[in-house]
């Protein structure tokens, strides 16, 4: 039967073998045509060896193990065997059996009452025992006489050789042997399509699939597989595929795919930054005498990385087109003072500037370091809170309106329909990625098409930078303020606190304040985890120092309690400050020189270190001490450097981008096979392909290709 091959976009009901129940299943999870079938790609191989018989089992022992027995050759092997211990060789190896089920029982083990489900498999060479613990509807799934086909660790148990929770599927009565490959890939489960059916689907749809057209330029598909090959490899692995780069998701046919989705991300970027390109900015008119206005307004002469930094922002606003651009820069690097000024600059001539940042406690604290950088100018700066009184915010909202507040500070309340602003200019966004994509358009749509300039809170790795921030320039602040010492930085166990307390008291002598962060508790987290909560804390502190003013702020108090208890700590009235991760950002308070935090290891290393940013903003030397019990090694990344960038990559490595930027980071790009961490030497090469083929001009059908990827990853419209 020759039948002609389907385009992608065919629908999956084409496929035989697809009842209404199974094709309403794919349907329920969005694989509706060949396309998204194909690529939703096994998460998981097993690699199971080669099918065995049951008579040839044997638990690898003291003697050379033979070559068909081993499925993962330990590199060891054919080097003389020296140095393998004879428990070496007793470890379980993965065996992949098929047999029929001769005897079948369930009970209950009689010390840890677990129910216990045992099978006795036969295939004519000999017998073996199956084991299952705590999995009680098995003995509804099986019965004797159904043919299965296991896998699982091969062990010795009391009573001879078992596989013990094996994997396994139920092969129909007259259906073939199949040709066990050597990796099993897994798919997530779909109502009634099981791993099974969903391979054979996966086949069939392989074999039938038209090869679809080479989107990608030559220079990045070279050395790849063409699409449909690399999807084979990857539904179907060879037996000779290297299992360690299948399961990081590294061989040439993952890179193929990457390739296409992180080709039509970096394209679609190029677009739209065409697209602005285009745009005609608002260009600031600077003079002599501007300069000469905002050099009177810096306390500090300027580092010279904010020097270049601003300079390139200058630049920017006045080129005649929009400016979009990340300022970068590890904590304490002086970002503030870079924004300030460029909000100086837009307001100095006649135009308005808005600084968002994510929480009230760093909107007052701009807000008021702002009015300090102006001291006379004070009255131009406008601070706009969700939490405002009705009076108070009709105030505010009527001098954003006219035009009387230049400098416009303040948090989400900024994105409601009720603020106009006269002549918006420039937008700063402080610790950007708290901001949704969607409240950054709402904030545009209100000044036409101001300025923008976001400032990342955690210096991430430039790819990321790209891959979360789209079409954004960059400037980078490489360089900290002159004087800063190293803080430094201590793990102890939790026996060990005492240490961390006596550093406390210490510093308190000394006149300094102090910084205890507990871990906000998530309350299903509770009796599941011991954790100390922030009340325990409280109660603790209270306990080491019964002559200290201490204050405690965390996520669940109103605002005013909050700027109120905070005001007290930054007075210096109060001497500790045991707070949340609420004080994670931003805070700048140069007296407090220690900071202690409990629980490190519930912490993401960035969040570690942007915690420890919040000490060391003096003239005296500072401490960061951290208290946990575990993934010490995790945290002696922080014992063991300072740069931020560094910490975030190994963040990310370990993390993941969508943990590394919170799980509510919305506009971070949904790819399939892509990953960004992983990923991110290609993503780079991506963008610069991008660029070439944007100038060499983009066909109508490359622009349909372009469009149903975007659509299909859920990336931003490309206009
Ligand atoms: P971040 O980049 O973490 O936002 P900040 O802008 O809060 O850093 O600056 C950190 C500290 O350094 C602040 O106390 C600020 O006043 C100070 N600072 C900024 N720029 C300079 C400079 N050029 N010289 C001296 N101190 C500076
Ligand atoms: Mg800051």
């Given at each position: 039967m020759s039948l002609a091959p389907l385009p992608?976009?065919?629908?999956?009901?084409?496929?035989?073998?697809?009842g209404p129940a199974r094709a309403s299943a794919l349907q329920e999870a969005g694989l509706d045509t060949l396309r998204d079938l194909l690529w939703s790609l096994p998460y998981r191989y097993v690699d199971r060896g080669s099918l065995r018989t049951l008579g040839s089992l044997?638990?690898?022992?003291?003697?050379?193990?033979?070559e068909g027995f081993g499925?993962?050759?330990?590199?060891?092997?054919?080097?003389?065997?020296?140095?393998?211990?004879p428990s070496d060789g007793m470890e379980s190896s993965i065996v992949t059996v098929l047999g029929t089920i001769q005897d079948l029982r369930q009970s209950t083990t009689r010390v840890q009452r677990m129910a216990l489900t045992e099978v006795l498999l036969a295939d004519g060479t000999g017998t073996l025992r199956l084991v299952w613990f705590n999995q009680p509807y098995l003995g509804r799934t099986l019965k004797v006489g159904d043919r299965l086909l296991a896998f699982g660790p091969l062990t010795m148990g009391r009573q001879g050789l078992e596989l013990r929770s094996p994997q396994f599927e139920l092969m129909g009565r007259?259906?073939?042997?199949?040709?066990?490959?050597?990796f099993l890939p897994l798919y997530r489960k779909?109502?009634?399509?099981t791993g099974r059916v969903r391979q054979r689907l996966v086949t069939e749809a392989l074999g039938r699939a038209h090869p679809p057209e080479e989107w990608l330029p030559l220079d990045l598909s070279k050395d790849l597989p063409d699409t449909l090959t690399a999807l084979r490899l990857l539904h179907e692995?060879?037996?000779?595929?290297d299992a360690r780069a299948l399961e990081t998701g590294t061989t040439p046919a993952h890179r193929r795919l990457a390739a296409e989705e992180l080709f039509a991300f970096a394209l679609g970027v190029a677009l739209r930054r065409a697209g602005r390109l285009k745009r005609r900015g608002l260009v600031v008119p600077t003079s002599p005498d501007l300069r000469e206005r905002l050099k009177a307004y810096l306390p500090f002469k300027l580092t010279g990385a904010q020097r270049r930094a601003f300079k390139e922002i200058v630049d920017d606003v006045t080129s005649g087109r929009v400016m979009n651009r990340l300022l970068q820069g590890d904590v304490g690097s002086g970002k503030t003072l870079v924004a300030f000024l460029s909000l100086a600059m837009v307001a100095e001539t006649g135009g308005q500037g808005a600084l968002l940042v994510p929480t009230e406690v760093l909107a007052r604290q701009h807000a008021a370091s702002f009015q300090r950088l102006l001291?006379?100018?004070?009255?131009a700066m406008q601070l706009l809170l969700g939490g405002m009184k009705a009076a108070e915010k009709r105030a505010a909202l009527a001098r954003i309106a006219s035009g009387e507040a230049r400098y416009v500070v303040g948090t989400?309340?900024?994105?409601?329909?009720s603020v106009a602003f006269h002549r918006l200019q420039l937008v700063v966004v402080d610790e950007?990625?708290?901001?949704?994509v969607k409240q950054r358009e709402a904030l545009k749509e209100k000044g036409g098409d101001p300025h923008w300039l976001v400032m990342s809170a955690t210096p991430i790795p430039r790819s990321l930078a790209l891959a979360v921030f789209g079409d954004l320039d960059q400037s980078v602040l490489d360089e900290l303020p002159p004087g800063r010492q190293p803080i430094t930085t201590k793990l102890h166990r939790p026996e060990a606190a005492e240490r961390a307390w006596e550093q406390v008291r210490r510093e308190l002598a000394e006149g300094r304040q102090a910084f205890v962060v507990s871990p906000s508790i998530d309350p299903s987290d509770e009796g599941k985890v011991q954790l100390r909560d922030i009340q325990a804390m409280e109660a603790l502190l209270r306990g080491i120092f019964p002559d200290e003013a201490i204050e405690v702020v965390h996520g669940r108090l109103k605002a005013d309690e909050m700027a109120v208890r905070m005001g007290r700590f930054v007075a210096g009235a109060a001497k500790i400050l045991l707070a949340t991760?609420?004080?994670?950002?931003?805070?700048?308070?140069?007296?407090?020189t220690v900071m202690v935090v409990d629980?490190?290891?519930?912490?993401?290393l960035s969040q570690l270190h942007q915690l420890r940013?919040?000490?060391?903003?003096?003239?005296h030397r500072s401490h960061f001490h951290m208290i946990s019990g575990s993934e010490t090694e995790r945290l002696q990344t922080l014992v063991e450097t300072q740069d931020g960038f560094r910490i975030a990559q190994k963040d990310l490595e370990l993390r993941g981008p969508g943990e590394f930027f919170g799980?509510?980071?919305?506009?971070?790009p949904q790819f399939q096979v892509a990953d960004l961490v992983r990923d991110r030497a290609l993503l780079l090469r991506c963008r610069e392909a991008a660029d070439r083929a944007l100038a060499l001009g983009l066909s109508e059908r490359q622009m349909d290709w372009l469009r149903r990827e975007q659509a299909r990853l859920r990336l931003a419209d490309v206009s």
């Open positions: 992608l976009s065919t629908k999956v009901t084409v496929l035989r073998g697809l044997e638990l690898r022992g003291f003697e050379e193990p033979d499925l993962r050759p330990s590199p060891s092997w054919g080097a003389g065997g020296g140095g393998r211990s007259g259906e073939e042997t199949p040709w066990v490959r050597r779909l109502g009634p399509l692995p060879p037996d000779e595929s001291g006379p100018e004070a009255g989400h309340a900024l994105f409601q329909e950007q990625h708290r901001f949704g991760t609420v004080i994670e950002v931003g805070v700048d308070v140069p007296n407090a629980h490190a290891e519930r912490f993401g940013g919040r000490v060391g903003r003096g003239a799980v509510r980071q919305a506009g971070l």
